[in-house]
């Protein structure tokens, strides 16, 4: 089991950088896949990004590929979510989520196959 808390959201201008982290209690916490979803006021919480235990595959939602990179340290229990080239749209709650094989199930963008979440991190950005 493990307990996502989020980190590092904050309010920056359109083109912008932020670098959000995930840092996930438990001694299991390389053994899960990880993603990243983001819920905008109003709207549904959609997918962002996502990263296997191992880190050697990811998968990115295409109104972010090119401008998100997600990273992880695994010996220091931490996902991360280095955001460039901000747009006043990428504006929301941003979460982190943990799952168990969910690379295997190439299910990553569903919010049914993460078992564990956050509590969110708000990212503005301003025009």
């Given at each position: 089991?493990v307990q ?6 904050g309010?920056v ?11 996930a ?13 983001r819920q ?14 191992s ?14 990179t997600?990273?992880?340290?695994n010996a220091?229990?931490t996902v991360?979510l ?12 941003y ?8 690379f295997?199930?190439h299910?990553?963008?569903q ?5 564990y979440?956050?509590?969110?991190t708000?990212v503005?950005v301003?025009?």
């Amino acid at each position: 089991q493990v307990q996502p808390v989020e980190s590092g959201g904050g309010l920056v201008q359109a083109g912008g950088s932020l670098r959000l982290s995930c840092a996930a209690s438990g001694r299991t916490f390389s053994s899960y896949d990880m993603g990243w979803f983001r819920q905008a006021p109003g709207k549904e919480r959609e997918f962002v990004a996502a990263i296997s235990w191992s880190g050697s595959s990811t998968y990115y939602a295409d109104s972010v590929k090119g401008r998100f990179t997600v990273s992880r340290d695994n010996a220091k229990n931490t996902v991360y979510l280095q955001m460039n080239s901000l747009k006043p749209e990428d504006t929301a709650v941003y979460y982190c989520a943990a799952g168990a094989g969910v690379f295997s199930t190439h299910m990553y963008t569903q919010r049914r196959v993460y078992d564990y979440w956050g509590q969110g991190t708000q990212v503005t950005v301003s025009s």
